[in-house]
């Protein structure tokens, strides 16, 4: 999270007139940037995120929830806007029943819209009990709320979520934004900060308001980034996917059949799948491979040579990002692996991550 240092600003204003001076603080900032994007694992953006489906919450508690039925009413709606926000993510447990089942499942039944209220009516309960059962009503319009945020927040991202589950399988994704955000996190920061300040309903109205509004301008930028690429007149299946903290460039990901094309500016990379007639069925029959490929949007299956064996790897290249430095991250987070030996049989197989 970024912070305003006075000294700092007065310095870089100083230094307009000083290209030598303005040159080290551009450096400085990329170098800043660079080392968040370092310190970013799967371990710690899930921390990150689950800060951000927090403070949301919290800034949606402000928004009337806190102001009405009595101060203890109010708070217990405040904390269950909270909770509620947060709870979709409880299906973490499900990776104690392994890696494969939490990859089945994350943003499944908890992230589901048909669900919602059934799991509202849950956590409106709970906290009414806590309470001493003053408002249910209130208390379950809190954790709608708090729960729509959530749902809403991981589906303008790129990973997709089962928001008809169990009436639809279908991940759903806009990728407007990256999953991790500073500019979301500032705002939702600010507008908390500012809501506990003044306790006035219109500034965290008016910090989801903010919010909203960079997520419509995220979704048009793509827009315009897919609408000036398809001009090209250029076959095959295409999207954009979102980058780390720039809104304004997009990874443009095509498949047209014979190979998938990466393109980010002048960059444009192309990947040609492996293909045989021995390996490559075997490795499409295994059911991590089966699953992996319901759950990537841009597979490629790459032919490599680990600990002695021959493995296909499966990745999906809409994770590929380009970082702000220039460099690229290959995203795979997650991959599935399949093992031959060396005459040629499957003896693994099974999701991973490359990050590992």
Not at 108 to 124: D, G, K, Q, Y
Not at 168 to 184: E, G, K, M, N
Not at 318 to 333: A, D, I, L, Q
Request: aromatic share 14%.
């Amino acid at each position: 999270m970024y912070t305003i240092d006075l000294e700092l600003f007065m310095q870089e204003k100083i230094a307009l007139g000083n290209p030598v001076r303005l040159e080290r603080n551009e450096g400085s900032g990329r170098m800043l940037r660079r080392r968040l994007l370092d310190w970013l694992t799967v371990r710690t953006v899930a921390v990150v995120d689950n800060l951000a489906h927090g403070l949301t919450g919290a800034v949606i508690g402000y928004c009337g929830f806190r102001q009405r039925g009595g101060s203890e009413a109010g708070r217990a709606a405040l904390w269950t806007c909270i909770a509620a926000a947060e709870f979709p993510d409880i299906d973490v447990v499900l990776g104690f029943f392994g890696r494969d089942t939490f990859f089945r499942f994350h943003r499944s039944f908890t992230h589901s819209a048909v669900m919602l209220p059934v799991w509202a009516a849950l956590i409106a309960w709970m906290f009414w009990e806590l309470s001493g059962r003053k408002s249910f009503r209130l208390l379950w319009w809190a954790a709608v709320a708090g729960l729509a945020s959530h749902l809403v927040l991981d589906w303008l991202t790129n990973y997709g979520t089962e928001l008809f589950w169990p009436l639809s399988t279908a991940r759903l994704a806009l990728s407007w934004v990256f999953i991790v955000d500073v500019y979301v996190w500032a705002i939702l920061l600010i507008g908390t900060v500012a809501a506990i300040w003044t306790q006035r309903e219109w500034v965290a109205k008016t910090a989801l308001g903010v919010l909203g509004a960079y997520f419509l301008f995220c979704g048009a930028s793509r827009a315009h980034a897919l609408d000036a690429y398809e001009a090209k007149g250029l076959t095959g299946r295409t999207d954009a996917f979102p980058q780390p903290m720039d809104p304004l460039h997009w990874t443009i990901v095509r498949d047209d059949g014979a190979a998938v094309h990466w393109v980010n500016g002048s960059r444009n990379d192309t990947f040609v799948a492996f293909h045989d007639e021995n390996l490559l069925p075997k490795a499409e029959a295994t059911e991590a491979v089966k699953l992996f490929r319901w759950f990537a949007a841009f597979p490629l299956v790459e032919k490599i040579e680990e600990n002695g064996h021959t493995v296909l790897r499966y990745r999906d290249l809409r994770f590929r990002s380009t970082m702000p430095w220039g460099g690229v991250r290959e995203g795979m987070f997650v991959i599935a692996k399949v093992v031959f030996d060396e005459r040629g049989n499957v003896i693994a197989a099974g999701l991973a991550s490359g990050e590992d």
